[in-house]
């Protein structure tokens, strides 16, 4: 996936916004523009030493169990080291372009349900 492949299908995501942070990495989050709330659920950015677009995303802990050691895949750097379950795709060795927007868009739900649950009301998610 290139990434202006990856930005396109993340903009396709409700109620995304994105930033440019950390070093020009392409920032995805899930909220609601002017709220301070908003959640990260993916990072796209130059995977150091490679010069390969890698995606960095939110996942559940069996996807994470499952993920970490698959060729072209790793925990993601810096966000895992915390504990937190996000894996980086180096690679499509493991996870086609089609899987990863699954991964996204899953991701995009698991990062939505950290918003509160008045704003999740108010933008129509996760209500069913």
Known sequence: ???????????????????????????????????????????????????????????????????????????APYLASRGMKWIQRTSNESISDADLKDYLRESHRLASLNLTKKLQKELGLNQG
């Open 1 to 75: 996936m290139t990434q202006d492949e990856f930005n396109t299908f993340c903009a396709t995501l409700p109620h995304t916004l994105q930033v440019v942070q950390w070093g020009g990495a392409d920032v995805w989050k899930v909220g609601s523009a002017g709220k301070n709330t908003n959640k990260v659920f993916v990072i796209g950015g130059w995977n150091k030493g490679s010069g390969d677009f890698a995606i960095s995303f939110k996942c559940g802990e069996i996807a994470f169990e499952m993920l970490r050691d698959a060729p072209g895949c790793r925990p």
